[in-house]
């Protein structure tokens, strides 16, 4: 039987995100001279209905789709006119398990 976001959430032991749905830091790169670490990664769950709001990040982001309804992720580079990727397994429909957000871009879910 599939699982509910619900617990998914419980299961997975997600915490609300900023920007909006659930998530669990689970790897964190140590920096190389007391700043800030280059890579992180993350479990993130948006329920039905819930997005992810317009933010951007000084790093890049790799989305990796796993599993539930798919998700259309939005980008914008600085200025420039918004693009979507459609996030999930219908490859007929145009739809990719995976999508990168380059560094500074503009994005949302």
Known sequence: ????????????????????????????????????????AILFLLRAGEASHWHRVDAVECWHWHAGLPLRLRLAAPGGAASEVILGV????????FGLVPQGWWQAG
């Open 90 to 97: 219908d490859f007929a429909a145009g739809q990719m398990p």
């Open 1 to 40: 039987m599939a699982e509910t976001a619900a617990s998914l959430i419980t299961r997975l032991g997600l915490q609300p995100h900023p920007e909006g749905g659930f998530f669990r830091e689970t790897w964190r790169d140590r920096p190389a001279d007391g700043g800030r670490g280059v890579g992180t």
